[in-house]
Nanobody, 115 residues
Framework: QVELVESGGGLVQAGGSLRLSCAAS????????MGWYRQPPGKQRELVAT???????NYADSVKGRFTIYRDNAKSTMYLQMNRLEPEETAVYYC?????????WGQGTQVTVSS
């Protein structure tokens, strides 16, 4: 069984920074691709970034140069460092573990960026 628990969300002013964490349990965590998604109010969930087990990363164009995804496999934890946040990035941020065509989701953590 896999469990993903996000933390680190909160309220921040535009231009500020936050670091999200995703603590994962389960033996498959260390060998699978993980990612961060977000769902703004009234909108669909969208991909923010992904990271492979060996550290290869991929980012949505809108966050390139501002967000950094990284993972500590020894701790089974993934992070998302978010800098220069913008009000339109207010959303619930979700951690995802890819398994085949599906995977597991965390419960989400709220990020609110005030203008």
């Amino acid at each position: 069984q896999v469990e993903l628990v996000e933390s680190g969300g909160g309220l921040v002013q535009a231009g500020g920074s936050l670091r999200l964490s995703c603590a994962a349990s389960g033996s498959i965590v260390r060998i699978n691709v993980m990612g961060w998604y977000r769902q703004p109010p009234g909108k669909q969930r969208e991909l923010v970034a992904t990271i492979s087990s060996d550290g290869r990363t991929n980012y949505a164009d809108s966050v390139k140069g501002r967000f950094t995804i990284y993972r500590d496999n020894a701790k089974s934890t993934m992070y998302l460092q978010m800098n220069r946040l913008e009000p339109e990035e207010t959303a619930v941020y979700y951690c995802h573990l890819y398994v085949g065509m599906g995977g597991y989701w965390g419960q989400g953590t709220q990020v609110t960026v005030s203008s």
